[in-house]
């Protein structure tokens, strides 16, 4: 959701210290001389609090190999027009599963909350677990929220519409866990599960015909397998490698899914390469296609956190979707950074619809801070067809 705040794998939503010589002990007595002479000073605990708070995030991108888990909280106020002011707390970990294994990459996990003056509210999970020697696998994720949001219908035509924005309520529950198995260097396969709860309510007056007479409330229960190559050199800021993955799933009506029957082909491609000092060129192309009665919610949609950013979230969706992203990302100076990029999409009821007239532009600019070793803090704005929009997230896009 343009404006929301989300760590992912989410779909608008930054202190240093000089560092003490050996030599410097004389100066270091002085100063504790100072601070105890200061000790009755009223001010004091406030100067203790902001100190702390000052070396936290002045230390909290310094590598860390000793210790199992790595964690840290970062705030994130933020504004847009769709969701208004508010804020999100997101709270990472990295952690390895054996330390004696330099090589190992480290699992990583956030959970965040968001909150805005405009009833948006999102709470969730998500991670990458690396048991030892790399055998397993497990990616899951959890997200819970309700907001006031808009709808145009299904298909490009009816979205591309401004006269067709209505306003409802959307209540959503997502819950995927993906299992896998290594069956030859970095290549994995295995189970995928996923749960899927969506309601739509308090639709504005008149409004229902947008929804074609599908169901507003869908329960949602997924199976299928995952194959996964993966040769990045780290999962949340990769700067070299390959990713590929592909998912396909089933929703039938025997476990109890209603008048929903439909099938999911999921794939993405993704590959980083060092271009200079400091700079990385990463590409994306990603496709997800329906096959069968696919329910309103569970459609492909254009925009999220991680692609077409500044998108309204779901304000084109169809059965198939196809759509791809390159980014520059340029570190400046210590823990800054920036990127551009530049993406497009499309979307139709079937692949042979697609028309080039129909493809839908993005480009952008971000701004990255770097808040642990390798987890990019990362601001984000999205041109659009539509104008755009900001996005505040940790972890880069893909």
């Given at each position: 959701m343009t404006g929301?705040?989300?760590?992912?794998?989410?779909?608008?939503?930054?202190?240093?210290?000089?560092?003490?010589?050996?030599?410097?002990?004389?100066?270091?007595?002085?100063?504790?001389?100072?601070?105890?002479?200061?000790?009755?000073?009223?001010?004091?605990?406030?100067?203790?609090?902001?100190?702390?708070?000052?070396?936290?995030?002045?230390?909290?991108?310094?590598p860390k190999p000793q210790k199992r888990i790595d964690f840290g909280v970062l705030p994130g106020p933020h504004y847009s027009a769709t969701t208004g002011l508010g804020l999100g707390i997101m709270a990472t970990a990295t952690y390895s599963t054996d330390r004696l294994d330099k090589a190992l990459p480290r699992s990583n996990a956030s959970v965040f909350t968001?909150?805005?003056?405009?009833?948006?509210?999102?709470?969730?999970?998500?991670?990458?677990?690396?048991?030892?020697?790399?055998?397993?696998?497990?990616?899951?994720?959890?997200?819970?929220?309700?907001?006031?949001?808009?709808?145009?219908?299904?298909?490009?035509?009816?979205?591309?519409?401004?006269?067709?924005?209505?306003?409802?309520?959307?209540?959503?529950?997502?819950?995927?866990?993906?299992?896998?198995?290594?069956?030859?260097?970095?290549?994995?396969?295995?189970?995928?599960?996923?749960?899927?709860?969506?309601?739509?309510?308090?639709?504005?007056?008149g409004r229902e015909h947008l929804w074609q007479g599908q169901a507003l409330r869908i329960n949602a229960k997924t199976v299928g397998v995952s194959f996964t190559y993966d040769s990045r050199d780290y999962m949340t800021n990769a700067s070299r490698g390959l990713f590929m993955q592909i998912d396909q799933t089933f929703t039938p009506r025997f476990l109890a899914n209603g008048r929903n029957n439909?099938?999911?082909t999921e794939a993405t491609l993704a590959k980083y390469i060092k271009v200079w000092k400091g700079g990385v060129l990463a590409g994306e192309l990603h496709g997800q296609f329906n096959y069968g009665h696919t329910p309103w919610a569970l459609l492909s949609e254009v925009g999220s956190n991680n692609r077409m950013r500044g998108y309204y979230e779901g304000r084109y969706r169809d059965k198939q979707l196809v759509e791809g992203q390159v980014e520059l990302r340029q570190?400046?100076?210590?823990?800054?950074?920036?990127?551009?990029?530049?993406?497009?999409?499309?979307?139709?009821?079937?692949?042979?619809?697609?028309?080039?007239?129909?493809?839908?532009?993005?480009?952008?600019?971000?701004?990255?801070?770097?808040?642990?070793?390798?987890?990019?803090?990362?601001?984000?704005?999205?041109?659009?067809?539509?104008?755009?929009?900001?996005?505040?997230?940790?972890?880069?896009a893909f």
């Open positions: 929301s705040m989300a760590l992912m794998p989410l779909h608008a939503h930054d202190l240093g210290e000089k560092p003490c010589l050996a030599t410097d002990s004389i100066a270091r007595q002085a100063d504790c001389d100072s601070v105890a002479s200061l000790a009755t000073d009223s001010t004091q605990p406030r100067r203790g609090v902001m100190k702390r708070l000052y070396d936290y995030f002045r230390n909290s991108n310094k968001d909150m805005t003056t405009k009833g948006f509210f999102l709470v969730g999970v998500l991670g990458n677990h690396i048991w030892p020697k790399e055998r397993y696998r497990l990616d899951y994720k959890l997200t819970l929220s309700t907001f006031s949001t808009q709808f145009w219908g299904i298909g490009y035509e009816m979205a591309d519409v401004d006269a067709n924005e209505t306003n409802y309520r959307r209540n959503r529950v997502n819950a995927m866990a993906r299992f896998m198995f290594r069956i030859a260097p970095k290549t994995y396969f295995g189970p995928l599960i996923n749960y899927r709860y969506m309601q739509a309510k308090d639709i504005a007056a439909f099938s999911t570190n400046i100076r210590k823990r800054h950074g920036v990127a551009l990029w530049v993406a497009a999409a499309n979307v139709a009821p079937k692949v042979s619809e697609m028309a080039f007239r129909k493809t839908l532009p993005n480009a952008g600019i971000g701004y990255r801070w770097e808040f642990k070793h390798k987890v990019n803090v990362r601001i984000d704005y999205g041109f659009t067809r539509h104008g755009g929009g900001f996005i505040f997230c940790v972890n880069e």
